[in-house]
């Protein structure tokens, strides 16, 4: 018969030694939940020691179990234990702290942080060419020509860059489905379900280190060949580069031919160069996006008829010159452009008795708020790909603009002012991520050119214009103070930010929904 | 001597007539409380017309108090509003035990926080799983890590639920009880289950078992609200390929919610009108009627506490297939389901066994009636919620409820009533958290004070008992050493203690 003290062998002595190493242990014991002061008393002197405390539980368990059954987490087993007993040791055994967390460092946090710096570098600039405008200093209209210059100058690199960067994507595409053509039928439905489920995933960075300096997208793609397909999907749905649909001929036609022949998976592309004329993609995503997955549900199916209805509708593919649809699409950026052009012209004396009945510091209370938000709410981690992404902070910038523009006394002005900030805010940042995206380099460049001009011109507008200073040695003290904040900005943030890594106290276990993995979720729905 | 009978005030905002686990789990519970008997009250908020003074079977009387629904039954918390009736109610019944259900009720942790001031004991049972990460999760957590400071014993329904309140509310292990809920074996009769009388005339011999030949139709059942964490995605996307797959074999589906939409597509993509039927909402009393006509219950579910459609389906003579989440891998033995990951190629593949097995005739369904009556039922957890009643009102011994590890605060886990004890465990809830607490435990005092000297004690009538029933037989203490199990598939024989 057991005597009281046996029946005390399912407690053992909990060491309440609160000392909670958390990034030592992965799991939670039960008193990290529950501290309570220490019991010498009881324990004697196996508190204090580790070591004898768990040769302690030990004994304690291997008695218990000669004695007893052992205690089983389960409920439908009747157990001699009372309903209140806690076993030491699979309580909270499937606990788990901070599962995902990955340490930041701290040069490339810094890195990452320049694009916050770039992006309220740009905000101030244009509050500077504001007050520029606004106290008459600055010319609007050579402002506006010479940002006008700029963006001119900034779209034809760009356009350069994305049809490089197309070029060595249809390489890649290329031999992706040279390689996944000869992999098996599940396979390949896989890649397409996979890339119908994420249709709007661009091939985006995702760590910018000053050694990957340069780094496309490619390189990304061809480490997965079997994805290939996925990324050149995923590229036709994307509008705002609307002309990566001409030159991508690969894809179709072999997702549309491999099912039925696979003997030959690399002859219907020729990639290479971008004028060929198998490039018989038509820009229907709609269709090209319903025909996989209908050849997905043929494929698994077994419903030959679908099969039939999809290869039937690859010949209706006209093939489009490349060159030619090029063409064609910048002369339609140029017509947008103009068309916008007049429309702030007509918009202009509009615009300008706007907030007449409005009183000045309302104004300026009211554009600190948008430009606030502006700058917080404005996507950072948006990639190349990304086309107007944050609406709300592209608005609100656009509004301030707007009512920063009624603030001035001409038509003239108010034009180039809402021209301008079209300029900074609408299209400035999709440059810079392309920056961004193509070369560290570049992008640090970028970063510290705009750093030094916000610091001048801030420096400069600081004062009244008055003959008898030099506004260049205000602009350098603004410079050097810019600089200087900057690097306190972003070194200091990102040192408390890893500093602030140690609360980090993050618990998963069995209670958290779990997530569901699901294949092919998309099929049903499109 | 006799066994000491309590009166105990289960509160929740939770009650019929809206249905659910919580709402059955706490009839179920008075009712079986009442056989030993114990008097039990229900105090719970009003339901449309539902106000005052109710009694349902049994003479379990239900007070429905009139206070502002807000979300989902909830009411709006206020912290204080409730505590005028709540002292009337409690001294007029001669209350002792104040038992609070459901985390998200306000009610239950109003009562709890006024009891405690008032001098009665209480109990607080959790039925479900919080993560900690979202913000409502962290209020919620907070909220209640405030309420379960000063409650003197909690009840979970599953382990994995007592690891997380534990967690969530800062609580000592020792504290938390894990009493199960159970089924009401006569409500889920599998389909050729011998009735009572016939099985007392003894004629009837066991029902053989039916073998499923290749070409007979397996039918799977899923029974659940098609919400998000109810896993019906998974549903949604294995439905096509399990029927895919496997020919003979068609689904029911019973239950609403915003998902439904999806599945609805997914039959009319698939053109499986003819093998998937959807029945729509059904009352639970005729969950069993549905579930008779099927061989395999599906529960793709992505968190359960405990899962009680679970050990109603295989109370139904069904084998289960079930996601390892939460609480349900410690509900039924692995001889009745099979566990898949929540993966929808793992639950096809699971439910391709578990459809295989049933046609090789390996399992045999018409036994798990008998078993799982065995394993639960609510007089076992009534027994056993009487044990925690017993122990928190010190009618045995600490040394014996809690073990020889008796060391709480101040050597003791009884929770006594003075005030500075009570603020001293409040003010341990955090840096500005703490400093709340004891204002708002402080404020209540007060009005504890004011209601006492306003409303006097003597001038509020005694109500009459219903006539108790004479309590059980079996002692608490005995409840603990339960007889061994006597099923003969179990392995697991718990050696009977004697004392």
Redesign the interface.
């Known amino acids: 018969m057991p005597s009281p003290t046996d029946d005390e062998t399912p407690f053992p002595a909990l060491s309440h030694s609160a000392s909670l190493s958390a990034l030592d242990r992965s799991h939670l014991s039960p008193h990290d939940a529950f501290t309570y002061p220490l019991r010498q008393a009881y324990d004697g002197d196996g508190a204090a020691d580790p070591l004898s405390h768990l040769r302690h539980l030990k004994d304690d368990r291997s008695r218990s179990r000669r004695r007893k059954r052992a205690w089983k987490k389960l409920m439908w087993v009747k157990q001699s234990y009372p309903d209140n007993y806690t076993d030491q040791a699979t309580f909270l055994e499937n606990l788990q702290r901070n599962p995902r967390l990955k340490p930041y460092d701290f040069w490339p946090l810094v890195a990452d942080s320049t694009v916050i710096l770039q992006h309220v570098c740009s905000v101030s600039l244009f509050v500077v060419c504001f007050v520029g405008i606004y106290q008459e200093r600055v010319s609007p209209v050579s402002l506006v020509g010479g940002s006008t210059f700029a963006t001119f100058l900034g779209w034809i690199l760009w356009e350069r860059w994305v049809s490089e960067e197309m070029n060595q994507e249809e390489e890649v595409s290329a031999s992706g489905i040279a390689a996944s053509a000869t992999k098996s039928e599940s396979i390949r439905r896989r890649a397409r379900a996979a890339s119908i489920r994420r249709p709007i995933i661009t091939p985006r960075i995702t760590s910018v280190t000053p050694s990957s300096s340069s780094r496309p997208s490619s390189e990304a793609a061809s480490s997965r060949p079997s994805a290939g397909n996925s990324t050149v999907n995923i590229q036709i749905q994307i509008p705002e580069s609307e002309r990566l649909r001409t030159s991508r001929p690969a894809h179709h036609s072999s997702t549309t031919t491999s099912p039925s022949s696979t003997n030959s998976p690399a002859s219907p592309t020729s990639p290479t160069s971008p004028t060929s004329p198998t490039s018989s993609t038509s820009p229907i995503s709609p269709i090209s996006l319903k025909e996989p997955s209908q050849n997905a549900t043929g494929a698994d199916g077994g419903q030959p008829l679908l099969r039939r209805a999809s290869s039937d509708v690859i010949p209706d593919f006209a093939p489009i010159p490349n060159e030619a649809n090029r063409l064609h699409q910048r002369l339609g950026t140029i017509k947008s452009a103009i068309l916008i052009y007049c429309t702030l012209l007509g918009l202009s004396p509009i615009l300008k008795s706007l907030t007449q009945s409005t009183s000045s510091d309302s104004i300026w209370a009211m554009s600190l708020w948008l430009l606030a938000i502006n700058i917080f709410f404005f996507d950072y981690s948006g990639g190349v790909g990304a086309k107007f992404p944050a609406s709300l902070s592209t608005n609100a910038a656009l509004m301030a603009s707007t009512v920063l523009a009624s603030r001035l006394p001409s038509t003239k002005q108010v034009f180039c002012l809402t021209l301008f900030s079209i300029e900074v805010f609408g299209l400035f940042p999709v440059f810079r991520r392309y920056v961004q995206h193509r070369s560290f380099r570049q992008h640090a460049i970028l970063t510290v050119l705009l750093i030094l001009g916000a610091g001048w011109g801030v420096g400069v507008v600081m004062r009244e214009p008055s003959p008898d200073y030099w506004p260049w040695k205000r602009g350098l003290g603004g410079m050097v103070v810019s600089v200087l904040i900057a690097a306190i900005a972003t070194g200091g943030c990102s040192w408390w930010l890893i500093g602030l890594q140690r609360y980090k106290n993050e618990i998963r276990g069995p209670w958290d929904p779990a997530r569901p993995i699901i294949m092919s979720r998309q099929r049903w729905e499109n | 001597m006799g066994r000491k009978t309590y009166n105990i005030a289960m509160v929740s905002d939770f009650f019929f007539p809206q249905p659910g686990g919580v709402e059955s789990h706490i009839y179920q519970l008075s009712s079986k409380l009442i056989d030993r008997g114990h008097k039990v009250i229900i105090i719970t908020h009003s339901y449309d017309d539902r106000k005052g003074v109710r009694y349902l079977n049994n003479g379990l009387k239900v007070y429905h108090v009139p206070f502002l629904v807000i979300y989902r039954a909830a009411t709006f918390p206020t912290v204080f509003s409730f505590f005028p009736i709540l002292r009337n109610i409690c001294i007029r019944e001669q209350i002792e035990i104040v038992h609070g259900h459901g985390s998200l009720s306000s009610l239950c942790h109003e009562a709890i926080l006024h009891a405690r001031t008032m001098g009665l004991r209480t109990v607080f049972t959790d039925h479900s ?5 979202d913000a409502a999760s962290i209020l919620t957590n907070k909220l209640l890590k405030f309420i379960l400071s000063d409650v003197d ?1 909690s ?1 979970c329904v ?4 007592k ?2 309140t ?2 969530r509310a ?11 809920n159970a089924v009401v074996g006569e409500n889920f009769r599998p389909r050729d289950y011998p009735t009572l009388s016939e099985k007392g005339e003894g004629f009837r011999a066991e029902p053989s078992p039916r073998p499923l030949g290749p070409h007979d139709v397996i039918t799977i059942v899923v029974i659940s609200r098609l919400f998000y ?1 109810k ?1 019906t ?2 549903l ?2 294995a439905i ?1 390929r399990i029927l ?1 797959n496997h020919p003979n074999t068609r689904f029911i589906i019973a239950g609403s919610g915003p998902k439904a939409i ?1 599945l609805e ?2 039959i009319e ?2 053109v499986l009108q003819d093998r998937v039927e959807m029945l729509g909402p059904i009352r639970h009393e005729d969950v069993r009627d549905v579930m008779t006509r099927g061989h395999i219950y599906l529960h793709p579910s ?2 359960e ?1 405990f899962g009680t459609v679970i050990v109603e389906a295989a109370s139904c003579g069904l084998y289960v297939v079930c ?1 390892q ?3 349900i891998p ?4 692995s001889h009745m389901t099979t566990f898949a ?5 793992d639950i096809v593949a699971a439910t391709g066994k578990a459809i295989t097995a049933m046609r090789a005739g390996k399992i045999r369904t018409e036994k798990f009636h008998d078993e799982v009556k065995k ?2 039922s609510w007089s076992n957890v009534a027994m ?1 919620t009487e ?2 009643y017993d122990g928190i009102c010190g009618t045995i011994s600490e ?1 014996e ?5 008796t ?3 101040n050597g003791s886990r009884i929770r006594d009533f003075a005030l500075i004890d009570r603020l001293k465990r409040y003010y341990g809830c955090g840096i500005w958290a703490g400093k709340l607490f004891c204002l708002c435990v402080v404020v209540d005092y007060l009005f504890f004070l004011f209601l006492e000297w306003w409303f006097p004690r003597e001038n509020i009538d005694i109500c009459r008992d219903w006539p108790r029933k004479s309590p059980a037989k079996d002692t608490a203490q005995d409840s ?6 006597q099923r003969s598939t ?1 392995s ?8």
């Open positions: 799983l919080f993560g900690f990460a014993h009840i599953s382990h994995t639920c690891e997380n534990v967690l800062s609580l000592d292990p020792l504290m938390v009880s894990v009493i199960p964490n896993g995605d998974l949604t996307a096509p895919e999806d597509q997914m993509t698939n992505l968190t506490a996601t989440v939460g609480g410690e509900v039924l033995p990951k929540p993966e929808e190629d394993m639960y056993r044990r925690v040394e409820f809690y073990g020889f590890d060391t709480g605060y603990m050493k339960v007889a061994p199990n179990s697991i024989r718990v050696p009977k203690l004697d004392r």
